[in-house]
Protein backbone atom coordinates (compact mmCIF):
# COMPACT_ATOMS: atom_id res chain seq x y z
CA UNK A 1 0.00 0.00 0.00
CA UNK A 2 2.80 2.88 0.65
CA UNK A 3 4.27 2.28 -2.82
CA UNK A 4 0.59 2.85 -4.23
CA UNK A 5 0.36 5.58 -2.02
CA UNK A 6 3.38 7.42 -3.23
CA UNK A 7 2.35 7.28 -7.08
CA UNK A 8 -0.90 8.70 -6.08
CA UNK A 9 0.92 11.51 -3.95
CA UNK A 10 3.29 11.93 -7.42
CA UNK A 11 0.46 12.04 -9.44
CA UNK A 12 -1.42 14.81 -7.26
CA UNK A 13 1.85 16.83 -6.86
CA UNK A 14 2.50 16.63 -10.85
CA UNK A 15 -1.19 17.76 -11.65
CA UNK A 16 -2.24 14.54 -13.42
CA UNK A 17 -4.97 13.96 -10.58
CA UNK A 18 -7.42 16.09 -9.34
CA UNK A 19 -7.63 16.35 -5.39
CA UNK A 20 -11.33 15.16 -5.87
CA UNK A 21 -9.73 11.90 -7.70
CA UNK A 22 -7.19 11.32 -5.31
CA UNK A 23 -10.05 11.40 -2.63
CA UNK A 24 -11.42 8.77 -4.50
CA UNK A 25 -8.13 6.45 -4.45
CA UNK A 26 -7.49 6.77 -0.94
CA UNK A 27 -11.02 5.07 -0.51
CA UNK A 28 -9.94 2.27 -2.60
CA UNK A 29 -6.95 2.29 -0.83
CA UNK A 30 -9.05 1.50 2.31
CA UNK A 31 -8.55 4.51 4.32
CA UNK A 32 -12.28 5.85 5.56
CA UNK A 33 -13.20 7.84 8.62
CA UNK A 34 -16.85 7.38 10.23
CA UNK A 35 -17.59 10.72 12.37
CA UNK A 36 -14.81 12.33 14.36
CA UNK A 37 -14.46 8.78 16.29
CA UNK A 38 -12.96 6.35 13.67
CA UNK A 39 -10.71 6.16 10.79
CA UNK A 40 -11.09 2.42 9.77
CA UNK A 41 -8.51 0.38 7.68
CA UNK A 42 -10.82 -1.12 5.14
CA UNK A 43 -8.19 -2.70 3.09
CA UNK A 44 -6.99 -5.35 5.24
CA UNK A 45 -9.40 -8.32 4.36
CA UNK A 46 -7.98 -7.61 0.72
CA UNK A 47 -4.40 -7.78 1.83
CA UNK A 48 -4.42 -10.45 4.62
CA UNK A 49 -7.53 -12.04 4.07
CA UNK A 50 -8.34 -11.37 7.70
CA UNK A 51 -12.23 -9.74 8.73
CA UNK A 52 -11.87 -6.46 10.21
CA UNK A 53 -12.58 -7.01 13.71
CA UNK A 54 -13.83 -4.17 15.57
CA UNK A 55 -13.33 -4.29 19.60
CA UNK A 56 -16.30 -2.98 21.00
CA UNK A 57 -15.96 -2.39 24.35
CA UNK A 58 -16.04 1.01 25.52
CA UNK A 59 -17.96 2.23 22.03
CA UNK A 60 -21.44 3.44 22.49
CA UNK A 61 -23.92 1.67 20.70
CA UNK A 62 -24.64 4.08 18.06
CA UNK A 63 -20.82 4.30 17.15
CA UNK A 64 -20.71 0.66 16.59
CA UNK A 65 -23.72 0.29 14.13
CA UNK A 66 -22.00 3.61 12.43
CA UNK A 67 -18.95 1.92 12.12
CA UNK A 68 -20.21 -1.67 11.15
CA UNK A 69 -22.09 0.11 8.98
CA UNK A 70 -18.82 1.86 7.16
CA UNK A 71 -17.24 -1.21 6.92
CA UNK A 72 -20.37 -3.08 5.17
CA UNK A 73 -20.05 -0.10 2.24
CA UNK A 74 -16.33 -1.73 1.39
CA UNK A 75 -16.61 -5.27 2.65
CA UNK A 76 -18.70 -8.17 3.00
CA UNK A 77 -18.41 -8.69 6.54
CA UNK A 78 -17.75 -7.43 9.90
CA UNK A 79 -16.64 -8.97 13.30
CA UNK A 80 -16.83 -6.87 16.25
CA UNK A 81 -15.81 -8.75 19.65
CA UNK A 82 -16.94 -7.94 23.45
CA UNK A 83 -20.20 -6.44 22.32
CA UNK A 84 -23.03 -5.83 25.00
CA UNK A 85 -27.23 -6.67 24.03
CA UNK A 86 -27.54 -3.48 23.78
CA UNK A 87 -24.96 -3.04 20.78
CA UNK A 88 -26.32 -6.30 19.41
CA UNK A 89 -29.58 -4.56 19.00
CA UNK A 90 -28.59 -1.56 17.94
CA UNK A 91 -26.83 -2.83 14.65
CA UNK A 92 -29.45 -5.19 14.21
CA UNK A 93 -31.67 -2.55 13.60
CA UNK A 94 -28.99 -0.24 11.24
CA UNK A 95 -27.16 -2.56 9.66
CA UNK A 96 -28.63 -4.77 6.32
CA UNK A 97 -27.71 -8.09 5.71
CA UNK A 98 -27.33 -10.86 8.42
CA UNK A 99 -26.80 -10.28 12.17
CA UNK A 100 -25.72 -12.98 13.98
CA UNK A 101 -25.17 -12.33 17.66
CA UNK A 102 -23.27 -15.30 20.37
CA UNK A 103 -24.30 -13.63 23.63
CA UNK A 104 -21.80 -16.56 24.99
CA UNK A 105 -18.56 -15.03 23.49
CA UNK A 106 -19.93 -11.67 22.89
CA UNK A 107 -19.68 -11.73 19.57
CA UNK A 108 -21.17 -10.47 16.77
CA UNK A 109 -21.02 -11.32 12.89
CA UNK A 110 -22.90 -8.86 10.12
CA UNK A 111 -22.65 -10.47 6.35
CA UNK A 112 -24.23 -7.79 3.71
CA UNK A 113 -26.63 -8.66 0.85
CA UNK A 114 -24.04 -9.33 -1.23
CA UNK A 115 -21.68 -11.66 0.95
CA UNK A 116 -20.61 -14.66 -0.22
CA UNK A 117 -18.32 -17.50 2.16
CA UNK A 118 -14.99 -17.72 1.74
CA UNK A 119 -13.78 -20.78 0.29
CA UNK A 120 -13.10 -23.24 3.21
CA UNK A 121 -9.45 -24.29 3.26
CA UNK A 122 -7.92 -26.14 6.15
CA UNK A 123 -8.42 -26.61 9.25
CA UNK A 124 -8.35 -25.37 13.19
CA UNK A 125 -8.65 -27.10 16.46
CA UNK A 126 -9.70 -25.17 19.40
CA UNK A 127 -9.48 -27.10 22.74
CA UNK A 128 -10.55 -25.29 26.30
CA UNK A 129 -9.99 -26.56 29.49
CA UNK A 130 -12.57 -26.00 31.19
CA UNK A 131 -16.23 -24.79 30.45
CA UNK A 132 -15.09 -21.30 32.14
CA UNK A 133 -12.56 -21.26 28.83
CA UNK A 134 -15.37 -21.16 26.35
CA UNK A 135 -16.59 -18.28 25.85
CA UNK A 136 -12.78 -16.95 25.21
CA UNK A 137 -11.80 -19.76 22.90
CA UNK A 138 -15.62 -19.71 21.12
CA UNK A 139 -14.33 -15.87 19.73
CA UNK A 140 -11.14 -17.72 17.84
CA UNK A 141 -13.91 -20.21 16.62
CA UNK A 142 -16.00 -17.02 15.43
CA UNK A 143 -12.77 -15.63 13.91
CA UNK A 144 -11.66 -19.04 11.76
CA UNK A 145 -14.94 -19.32 10.22
CA UNK A 146 -15.10 -16.09 8.80
CA UNK A 147 -11.55 -16.88 7.24
CA UNK A 148 -12.83 -19.71 5.62
CA UNK A 149 -11.23 -21.95 7.70
CA UNK A 150 -12.64 -25.35 9.58
CA UNK A 151 -13.06 -25.52 12.82
CA UNK A 152 -12.84 -28.59 15.37
CA UNK A 153 -13.50 -28.18 19.14
CA UNK A 154 -13.63 -29.90 22.17
CA UNK A 155 -13.77 -28.34 25.79
CA UNK A 156 -13.65 -29.03 29.54
CA UNK A 157 -10.85 -31.40 28.64
CA UNK A 158 -8.13 -29.89 30.79
CA UNK A 159 -5.42 -30.95 32.76
CA UNK A 160 -6.97 -32.57 35.89
CA UNK A 161 -8.64 -35.22 33.66
CA UNK A 162 -6.39 -35.73 30.86
CA UNK A 163 -7.50 -38.59 29.57
CA UNK A 164 -10.55 -36.92 28.26
CA UNK A 165 -8.22 -35.36 25.99
CA UNK A 166 -6.78 -38.16 23.93
CA UNK A 167 -10.35 -39.23 21.45
CA UNK A 168 -10.96 -35.43 20.16
CA UNK A 169 -7.03 -34.49 19.93
CA UNK A 170 -6.78 -37.65 17.93
CA UNK A 171 -9.69 -36.83 15.97
CA UNK A 172 -8.14 -33.21 15.11
CA UNK A 173 -5.00 -34.73 13.84
CA UNK A 174 -6.74 -37.08 11.80
CA UNK A 175 -8.67 -34.33 10.23
CA UNK A 176 -6.12 -32.60 9.09
CA UNK A 177 -5.59 -29.74 11.90
CA UNK A 178 -2.77 -27.26 11.04
CA UNK A 179 -2.78 -25.78 13.76
CA UNK A 180 -4.61 -25.63 17.35
CA UNK A 181 -5.61 -23.01 19.87
CA UNK A 182 -5.41 -23.89 23.23
CA UNK A 183 -7.82 -22.24 25.73
CA UNK A 184 -6.49 -22.36 29.83
CA UNK A 185 -7.55 -20.81 32.87
CA UNK A 186 -6.10 -21.93 36.27
CA UNK A 187 -2.15 -22.94 36.06
CA UNK A 188 -2.77 -22.95 32.35
CA UNK A 189 -0.93 -26.50 31.34
CA UNK A 190 -3.18 -27.90 28.70
CA UNK A 191 -1.15 -25.75 25.88
CA UNK A 192 2.16 -27.34 27.20
CA UNK A 193 0.44 -30.78 26.89
CA UNK A 194 -1.03 -30.62 23.26
CA UNK A 195 2.03 -28.81 21.81
CA UNK A 196 4.06 -32.02 23.29
CA UNK A 197 1.49 -34.52 21.48
CA UNK A 198 1.27 -32.51 18.29
CA UNK A 199 3.31 -31.71 14.75
CA UNK A 200 1.62 -28.27 14.32
CA UNK A 201 1.94 -25.24 15.73
CA UNK A 202 -0.15 -24.62 19.04
CA UNK A 203 -1.35 -21.30 20.15
CA UNK A 204 -1.34 -20.81 23.82
CA UNK A 205 -4.68 -18.64 24.68
CA UNK A 206 -4.35 -17.96 28.19
CA UNK A 207 -7.61 -17.04 30.42
CA UNK A 208 -8.51 -15.26 32.87
CA UNK A 209 -10.04 -17.87 35.51
CA UNK A 210 -8.49 -19.07 38.47
CA UNK A 211 -8.66 -18.28 41.97
CA UNK A 212 -6.66 -15.47 44.32
CA UNK A 213 -3.11 -14.64 42.89
CA UNK A 214 -2.70 -15.08 39.47
CA UNK A 215 -6.43 -15.60 39.13
CA UNK A 216 -6.81 -13.17 36.46
CA UNK A 217 -4.74 -14.75 34.27
CA UNK A 218 -1.46 -14.14 34.71
CA UNK A 219 -0.71 -17.42 36.04
CA UNK A 220 -1.68 -18.87 32.97
CA UNK A 221 0.03 -16.57 30.80
CA UNK A 222 3.61 -16.53 32.48
CA UNK A 223 2.70 -20.62 32.82
CA UNK A 224 2.52 -21.18 29.06
CA UNK A 225 5.34 -18.44 28.50
CA UNK A 226 7.92 -20.50 30.19
CA UNK A 227 6.99 -23.91 28.47
CA UNK A 228 9.43 -25.91 27.38
CA UNK A 229 7.15 -27.93 25.35
CA UNK A 230 8.28 -27.04 21.38
CA UNK A 231 5.82 -25.16 18.60
CA UNK A 232 3.97 -23.58 21.68
CA UNK A 233 3.20 -19.51 20.67
CA UNK A 234 1.32 -17.85 23.08
CA UNK A 235 -1.07 -14.91 22.94
CA UNK A 236 -2.16 -12.31 25.67
CA UNK A 237 -4.84 -12.91 28.40
CA UNK A 238 -8.47 -13.28 26.78
CA UNK A 239 -7.03 -12.55 23.52
CA UNK A 240 -9.35 -15.09 21.57
CA UNK A 241 -9.45 -12.82 18.09
CA UNK A 242 -5.61 -13.04 17.74
CA UNK A 243 -5.34 -16.94 18.53
CA UNK A 244 -7.85 -17.38 16.01
CA UNK A 245 -6.86 -15.34 13.24
CA UNK A 246 -2.69 -16.28 14.09
CA UNK A 247 -4.18 -20.16 13.99
CA UNK A 248 -6.42 -19.66 10.43
CA UNK A 249 -3.44 -17.56 8.88
CA UNK A 250 -1.28 -20.98 9.51
CA UNK A 251 -4.17 -23.47 8.89
CA UNK A 252 -4.83 -21.79 5.06
CA UNK A 253 -0.90 -21.50 4.29
CA UNK A 254 -0.35 -25.32 5.00
CA UNK A 255 -3.07 -26.55 3.80
CA UNK A 256 -2.82 -28.82 0.70
Known sequence: MSEDLRHLLDAVAGGRLSIDEALADLDRLGITAVGDFARLDVGRARRKGVPEVVFAAGKTAEQLAAIVAAFLKRSPSVVASRV??????????????????????????????????????????????????????????????????????????GVAGVHRLAAPLQDMLAAGAGAFVVAAGMEGALPSVVSGLVDVP??????STGYGLGGNGEAALLGMLQSCSPGLVVVNIDNGVGAGITAAMIARRSAP
Open 84 to 157: SPEQADAVRAAAPGEVHYDARSATLVVRGVDYRPPETRGAVGVLAGGTSDVAVAEEAVVVCREMGVAVLSAYDV
Open 202 to 207: VIGLPV
